[in-house]
């Protein structure tokens, strides 16, 4: 069984344990729509992708 030779210090404990934080999904504003989206993602609203038509807009 694995044994830590030294003591781990706080400070180094929660440095390590900040790094699993969840962070809030980034949004870019289309400049076609103006709707904003998640980058590499089909836009909800008209359905586009990289300027090209992937799927059915969506009219909800």
Do not use: C, W
């Amino acid at each position: 069984m694995a044994v830590p030779k030294k003591k781990m210090s706080k400070s180094r404990t929660k440095r390590r344990k900040a790094m699993h934080k969840i962070s809030r999904p980034h949004f870019l504003i289309d400049p076609e729509t103006g709707v904003a989206k998640q980058s590499h993602r089909v836009n909800p609203v008209d359905g586009t992708y990289n300027g090209r038509q992937v799927k059915e807009p969506n009219n909800d």
